[in-house]
């Protein structure tokens, strides 16, 4: 790996280190000032020096962190990127880890036409319209409601700076207008703006947002999907907006809280343009979602504030809401989440919680009931995997379970009378 630092053209080799003391730990910042330059060739792990944090000025004329030839970055990660500007010369296909430092937005572009070519990449977080682009030749806001057909909308979470080597303008005899290259970008949590299918890749052309993909191109529209595009010349930052019908209504706020051993949660709508079915979804890992509700809205222009009340099983759960329009179309809400914890007369306890391969699990609970109970065993999306049938005194009652011969995984208890009616509050536990 080759390092040196230098002003546009002029060489020279120095590094730029600014050291911070955090605490107990000193934190190291590698960091490039304006008009400044940082050379890399061949393989560079970015996770190489634990706590070093790479950073370029942002501004007009920025300093780079610039990769020759067919160097590349490795481990890049949230943590470990480039917060500021990347310049690429040469004519390879490149990833660009850049990000705002604790946010990786990895940016990857397709082998560009010739050896001289240059591109540069920085992540700017923050509405396209009121956070400007600092670089020529576009400087200044992209307002997100200027844009060409088909774009609908640009998203307000951020976009990427890009620049180009045409006419020397990343350094002596740079070339290249970006024309034709393929762009491969990894985007925020989209969810709520968009689905996937609607989702593009956008450039801001000096006047408008136009379209860069020109047809469905996102994996997915959560955090880390990727959607890809062409690039054309004239393009001076990239943005992500969508096409098509968008949802008739948005959630803004979701909240989960405990109130009397219950779980309360209570969800805001921003405007309401037509009917939709909302579904409250829950998670007892954060993974793996299933539907426990479901309610229409009440179609009202301004919005308005929807609640549902949830017996959850002891523990941490999580919850999103599902909103699907009438023609198909589907976003998610943010995640909220709440922790039960009750210490009433009806609490279980299961142990060992986890429970190993081999082993079975002990349940206990308090009881006023003598007569049949039966133990019920669900997987965390409700289906019902072992029922056991155990004889109910009151007083402190402990059953053996096994489940050598469940899947590893989470599982919820339940114990309840042979007509219905709950002995104890769901518990869950985990099997390894």
Known sequence: MILS????GMPLFFFIF?????????AQEVVVHSEGELFFSGTTDASSSPGVKWISYRGAKPGFFTVREDGRFTNYSDRYHIDGYMKKLGNTAFVFPVGNGVDLRAFEISKADQPTDAYAVAWLEGDPGTNPDPTFPNAGPHPVDRVQAPIEAVSRVG??????????????????????IRVLASIPDLSQFADKNDLR???????SWIDLSGKPSANGSTRNSRVNGTMVAGITAI???RVGKSMPAEITYVEAT???????????TSYEKGPITMVVEQSMNEGAFHSIHKTSSMGMPDGRMYTAWIDQPTGTAFYRIRMESTDGYASVSPTAS???SCDDRNAMDIFPNPVTAQANIQVRFNADYNGPAIIYIYTTNGRQVKSDNVACRPGTNIFSVQVSDLAGGYYVVDIRKPDGETLAASTQFIKQ
Do not use: Y
């Open 338 to 340: 709440s922790r039960i």
């Open 239 to 241: 943005a992500i907006g």
């Open 258 to 268: 405990v109130v009397d051993c219950k779980t309360r949660l209570q969800w805001k």
């Open 5 to 8: 630092a230098a002003r546009h």
């Open 18 to 26: 600014i050291f911070h003391v955090r605490g107990p730990l000193l």
């Open 201 to 207: 890749l956008v450039g801001w052309n000096g006047n």
């Open 159 to 180: 976009q990427w700076d890009w620049m180009v080597g045409e006419g020397g303008n990343l350094g002596n005899q740079t070339t290249g207008s970006g024309k034709g």
